[in-house]
């Protein structure tokens, strides 16, 4: 924010700057303000100069605060307009949730008769292969060896034996992943569980390095997770590569339908007015003129306008806050 406004002032001294440059039609040039004042009964060669800055300084025809901008000023300041027009508005949530093995892919490997450890051949973390001897038990029925191996093919998730130590009959000594396919589950909080259904696309991005992937969500679990009173949408992602890992926190956007609307205009046309009214600036010629609006949906890039605008208008889409500054600065030069 700090920045955002930091950048914001260098850029308006700049359009500052360069409207004194361009001939002193502004109140913020000394010579002008002063002429302004003191010029009511004077018929001097500073004339045409007077005229527009009394334009400048003053209102649309119906009262709203407006400004003069000389067409190559606006260029050069990157003040940029749109003709304003039909839109779409996608509704979109951003949720966060957590990444878990597949259920069905999750093995635990166990002893089938108890007796002591003898040997154990993965670590955790290790991949091992369907049919892979992960250990060596010694059977108290018979006094024989024999070998457990990893039914399924996957990560080594979890190792609770230890050689030497007694294996109990069903008791697992592994648990094995296959971690190719992971679920990404989803909270969803209040009203939003009722317009968030299986089918809808979501971009699924990792909190720690912001890698993101595209999935679907699956299906919304029917029971509220307890611990934090939410819904779980459950979408699965594709993981051949193992670098998204169980545990792992994602945020993910989900986006749940488009509407098409008559009037939308970019979110950065948006500025708010002195009493915290949502106003966008309309430009005829050189004149840009502050508009109140009535704004609709919303998503992170466009809004719809419910009324204040009608199409074909010509909208300030960039640098909307250069106008808002030298309609401000204009209205200060005003006041005293
Ligand atoms: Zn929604």
Same mark, same amino acid.
């Given at each position: ?71 190559? &000023? ?127 696309? &979501? ?52 986006? &749940? ?58 909208? &300030? ?20």
């Amino acid at each position: 924010m700090t920045y955002t406004k930091t950048i914001q002032r260098v850029l308006a001294l700049a359009l500052a700057a360069l409207l004194a440059a361009c001939g002193g039609r502004h109140a913020d040039d000394g010579s002008a303000a002063t002429h302004a004042e003191g010029a009511a009964g004077h018929d001097d060669d500073h004339g045409d100069e007077h005229d527009e800055h009394d334009e400048h300084d003053e209102h649309d025809e119906d009262g709203a605060p407006a400004t003069t901008i000389p067409a190559d &000023v606006a260029a050069a300041s990157g003040i940029r307009v749109a003709a304003a027009g039909p839109g779409t508005i996608a509704d979109e949530h951003e949720v966060q949730g957590l990444l878990t093995p597949a259920e069905g892919r999750v093995a635990q490997v166990t002893a089938r008769f108890p007796g002591p450890i003898r040997a154990l051949n993965a670590r955790i973390g290790d991949q091992v292969r369907a049919g892979q001897a992960l250990a060596t038990i010694e059977s108290n029925l018979s006094l024989t060896t024999y070998t457990v191996a990893s039914p399924i093919s996957g990560v080594v998730l979890q190792r609770s034996a230890s050689v030497g130590g007694v294996a109990a009959e069903g008791t697992p000594l592994f648990e094995v992943a296959d971690l190719s396919t992971l679920w990404v589950d989803l909270h969803i909080f209040g009203n939003d569980a009722g317009h968030i259904v299986a089918g809808i696309p &979501v971009t699924v991005t990792r909190m720690s390095d912001g890698a993101s992937i595209e999935a679907t969500l699956e299906r919304i679990l029917p029971a509220t997770a307890t611990a934090s009173q939410s819904t779980v949408a459950r979408a699965s992602i594709d993981n051949a590569d193992g670098l998204w890992r169980p545990g792992a926190a994602v945020r993910a956007r989900v986006v &749940v339908d488009h509407a098409d609307v008559a009037l939308a205009v970019p979110v950065t046309a948006l500025q708010a007015d002195e009493a915290g009214r949502d106003v966008i600036y309309v430009r005829e010629g050189e004149h840009y003129g502050e508009r109140p609006v009535t704004l609709g949906r919303r998503d992170g890039e466009r809004v719809e306008v419910v009324s204040g605008l009608e199409a074909g208008e010509e909208v &300030v889409v960039s640098q909307s806050f250069l106008v808002k500054a030298d309609i401000g600065k204009s209205a200060v030069a005003h006041d005293h």
